[in-house]
């Protein structure tokens, strides 16, 4: 069987058992869901210091801006996913007005499966990994006079 094959029919008797499962025992299906916790990562190093600040209004632009830029591109990347399934499957053409083709790519990625072999082979333990650097988020919240003038009050 084709890999592709294999995922369809994983797919098929994932649904298969996903309906017999409601029949049987439908409350098996829902669980309580609560929203996942929010991990905070620590600030970088190179962060502004709190009398670089700018003014507040600049910085609520800024968070306007991002958080509508990374909505057009997640739309942008579902559009090109959804069309690069129609073309990846099309063998190199030219198709009306598009010329469809593959050019090897220029970039390299480390072989995790080989580094892991050699580490093994020569009781070198674990591979080292290192973590990601952390994803930057922005989510509008509501701006609260009442706890603003408390902070004031507090400060004073």
Do not use: H
Not at 1 to 25: E, F, Q, W
Not at 40 to 48: G, I, K, Q
Not at 62 to 79: C, H, L, P
Not at 111 to 121: G, H, N, P, V
């Amino acid at each position: 069987m084709t890999p592709r094959t294999v995922r369809t029919v994983r797919g098929l008797l994932g649904t298969v058992a996903d309906a017999v499962r409601s029949v049987v025992a439908p409350a098996a299906l829902v669980t309580d869901q609560e929203p996942a916790e929010v991990v905070e990562a620590p600030d970088p190093a190179d962060v502004l210091d709190a009398d670089e600040i700018p003014a507040v209004e600049t910085i609520e632009a800024a968070a306007r801006e991002y958080e509508r830029a990374a909505d057009q591109a997640r739309r942008a990347d579902r559009g090109k996913r959804a069309a690069k399934k129609v073309l990846d499957k099309l063998p190199a053409g030219i198709y009306g007005g598009w010329k469809v083709f593959r050019t090897p790519s220029s970039r390299q990625t480390p072989d995790l499966a080989e580094i892991t072999r050699i580490f093994k082979a020569n009781n070198l333990g674990p591979v080292p990994m290192k973590p990601c650097a952390p994803s930057l988020k922005v989510e509008q919240v509501e701006f609260v006079q009442a706890a603003d003038e408390t902070l004031t009050e507090v400060a004073a």
